[in-house]
């Protein structure tokens, strides 16, 4: 466990049932059977002195918790009032992590979501709740992920995956900026006010708005994520975008054929930019034609094929896990997210969850187990955990 936890509960400074309606929320460390990829005795040992000499920052997750009975969510997302998983990102070996939020479920005044309000409602309640703890650290800079660090705690960055809610608004991203916000998606999945999601048979590209909204991120000093775009309007971004920006949580196309994931020519022109791309985990997506069933073993064949594609300096981590039934999630939220539209048309098998991937913590420290385990060197193993999103940050952030 990471020595600057102390217990702290999300909401403790709140009477539950009282003051809010409270649910019985899924166990952090053990919903399911937990999975760690066997090492040797030295091998442990190399896992623990990177652990120790490295930083390590997720690009994109969810680490909030689910209710245990999945059937609960739609209540407790409308609620608007989602727990953090301070316990289980304690035993992470994260040293930042970018949290996307109620992406995709806040519907707390529209079962359409994406409502400007509710935006900051959700960005309001979390920074309350982490407010009155000292664990997690509100990151606004780089040098916050230091800190953190040193002192065994995490830095909490607020991202989110869509404009959506910016409307036609160009202040608002000022306004999100000043909240925290410190990277923010152009699209999700439907299409918007700033260009095509992935969602759409027919990719128009980037706005005149959008382009405006790409200019203002840039000037600010807001990373830009283009996971949720069509192919056409994420490479306008990639081309107008005048530092590079990220795909934050993504696979290649080329293994599996699904909407979701990215073709080789976005992945390249994003590296050829400077850009980083983070490697997805969310269940059904990162599988391959040889491993169907979602799993670290196919997820790490998304990373390998990607790194071969664009990189060493250009890839990274962002597992879309969370604390939870994140399948079930699925299910119920399945059209506002457009995963129904979005499917392979190849048979995979189902899975309950992602072994060896279910939460952000698990995630965290079995990539870095597979790394150490495939021999991957100190030098590479350093990059892909932190330092390529790291070099990119100090370029964007002002």
Request: aromatic share 8%.
């Amino acid at each position: 466990m990471k020595k600057g936890y102390k217990g702290y509960k999300s909401y403790q400074y709140l009477q539950k049932n009282i003051d809010y309606q409270g649910f019985e929320l899924a166990d952090e460390l053990k919903r399911v059977e937990p999975y760690l990829i066997p090492l040797t005795y030295a091998q442990e040992n190399r896992a623990a002195e990177i652990i120790d000499k490295n930083l390590i920052i997720s690009l994109h997750d969810h680490p909030t918790i689910t209710p245990n009975d999945i059937n609960e969510l739609m209540d407790y997302e409308r609620e608007g009032r989602e727990s953090t998983a301070f316990e289980g990102l304690a035993y992470s070996c994260l040293d930042a992590v970018f949290d996307n939020m109620m992406d995709g479920t806040c519907v707390i005044s529209s079962k359409a979501g994406w409502k400007w309000m509710d935006v900051i409602h959700d960005i309001g309640i979390r920074s309350c709740d982490i407010a009155h703890q000292d664990f997690l650290i509100k990151g606004q800079r780089i040098e916050d992920i230091y800190s953190a660090k040193r002192e065994g705690k995490i830095a909490w960055f607020i991202s989110l995956e869509s404009s959506t809610m910016l409307e036609n608004e160009l202040d608002r991203i000022e306004i999100l900026y000043g909240l925290g916000v410190r990277m923010m998606g152009i699209t999700y999945s439907e299409s918007n006010n700033l260009g095509s999601g992935l969602k759409e048979k027919n990719d128009g590209g980037l706005t005149a708005f959008g382009r405006a909204v790409v200019e203002r991120m840039n000037k600010i000093g807001m990373a830009i994520d283009v996971s949720h775009t069509g192919d056409k309007t994420a490479m306008d971004v990639i081309e107008m975008s005048e530092q590079p920006i990220f795909i934050t949580h993504i696979g290649a196309r080329s293994l599996w054929d699904m909407k979701r994931l990215k073709p080789d020519y976005v992945l390249k022109a994003c590296a050829q930019r400077g850009g980083v791309i983070g490697i997805e985990a969310a269940p059904h997506t990162t599988i391959t034609r040889e491993h169907s069933r979602h799993d670290i073993e196919s997820y790490m064949a998304h990373f390998e094929y990607i790194k071969e594609l664009v990189g060493v300096d250009h890839v990274a981590f962002g597992p879309d896990a969370l604390f939870g039934n994140h399948v079930g999630l699925h299910g119920l939220f399945s059209k506002n997210m457009s995963i129904s539209e979005n499917t392979a048309g190849h048979s995979f098998e189902h899975v309950d969850y992602v072994k060896g991937l279910e939460n952000p913590a698990e995630a965290s420290i079995n990539i870095l187990r597979w790394l150490v385990k495939h021999d991957y060197s100190d030098e590479g193993i350093k990059k892909v955990l932190g330092e390529n999103i790291l070099h990119v940050l100090k370029q964007v952030w002002v």
